[in-house]
């Protein structure tokens, strides 16, 4: 087996607008998402995708599980007797959305009880987690997670973060962004969204986004933008900003950040070229906002423009 890719959070139960008026039923979630989506750009079996979280023992349980391994990702999944998945559903206006959660009573909120799956991972391997994944847990379960994330760093393995900052989730303001900073601060890549940056933390601009992450301990910030410039910056003072190609007409935007990760992630981890991982990312991200849902086809998607081949 060759490098691993591990993402850790919660695989809620989706329920999508359809272009009938309807509603499609599915699996997703943010770092569910960008695991889904770096399984299938992880040709052959050279990179392991896996998943750590908690499901419950009921039907909407199992068949979660079975999509993971349908899908071919890793499911490290601790069962919690009497829970369920959570449930989302997404709202769209002109492409934009919003969304209404039921997730109380998710089983992800104990995926931090047992944290063992982490302990064999090391050199040569990436963990991938967000905010959502943070404050979804109770307090003492932060602490454990970021305590599992730290040993593994000390063991090689490549940590990531995505503070995806969702206020809904916290109790406040300020616990949520004193834990995303913690987070951050076990991490050594962040790829945060600017405009959230900058509602949250009063940022003037990507550039301070950037810096505030590095000074915090980041190696390399990756700093999306929407439809503007991805700008990158490392820690040894290195960087530069990507464009990407405008979109003709916005679908819906779920998942543009959790596809972004996914292809920038596993570019990088294969051949670790920068600016092929954010071309990668973006041209990934534009073809999901074109769909409807999280999770959208990409099977031998040919991105010609953009010199990026998504494998089947």
């Known amino acids: 087996m060759g490098r691993r890719f591990l993402a850790i959070g919660e695989c809620m139960i989706e329920f999508a607008p359809a272009s009938d008026g309807t509603y499609a039923i599915g699996f997703a979630g943010d770092t569910f998402n960008t695991a889904w989506y770096a399984r299938r750009l992880a040709g052959g079996d050279h990179i392991e995708v ?21 899908a071919g990702i890793a499911p490290c999944l601790a069962t919690v007797q009497g829970a369920s998945p959570g449930v989302y559903m997404i709202v769209l206006n002109e492409g934009e959305r919003s969304f209404q959660y039921w997730r109380s009573q998710s089983a992800a909120r104990h995926l931090a009880d047992d944290l063992s799956p982490l302990d064999g991972f090391g ?24 305590e599992a994330v730290d040993a593994a760093s000390a063991r090689g393995a490549a940590i990531v973060f995505d503070p995806n900052l969702r206020p809904r989730l916290w109790t406040d303001a300020e616990e949520m962004c004193r834990w995303t900073t913690r987070a951050a601060g076990a991490s050594d890549i962040v790829l945060p969204s600017f405009d959230d940056e900058a509602t949250h933390f009063g940022d003037d601009d990507p550039e301070t ?6 000074e915090n301990g980041a190696r390399l910030a990756v700093v999306k933008n929407g439809a503007g410039a991805v700008l ?12 990407p190609d405008p ?37 990934l991200a ?25 494998p089947a």
């Open 232 to 243: 990158v910056r490392a820690s040894d003072g290195d960087g530069f900003q990507y464009h």
């Open 50 to 70: 896996a998943y750590l979280s908690a499901v419950g023992d009921d039907s909407l349980s199992h068949q979660l599980t079975g999509f993971m391994d349908e």
């Open 209 to 214: 986004t950037a810096r505030r992450y590095l």
């Open 123 to 146: 050199r040569g391997d990436m963990l991938y987690f967000s905010g959502i994944t943070v404050a979804i847990l109770p307090e003492n379960s932060r602490t454990r997670l970021l």
């Open 247 to 283: 979109v003709a007409e916005i679908v819906d935007t779920t998942a543009a950040g959790d596809s972004f990760n996914a292809a920038f992630l596993i570019e990088y981890l294969e051949k670790s070229r920068l600016r092929e991982a954010v071309r990668a990312g973006c041209a």
């Open 286 to 310: 534009r073809h999901v906002i074109c769909h409807r849902g999280a999770l959208v086809p990409v099977t031998r998607l040919d991105l010609n423009r953009h010199k990026v081949s998504l």
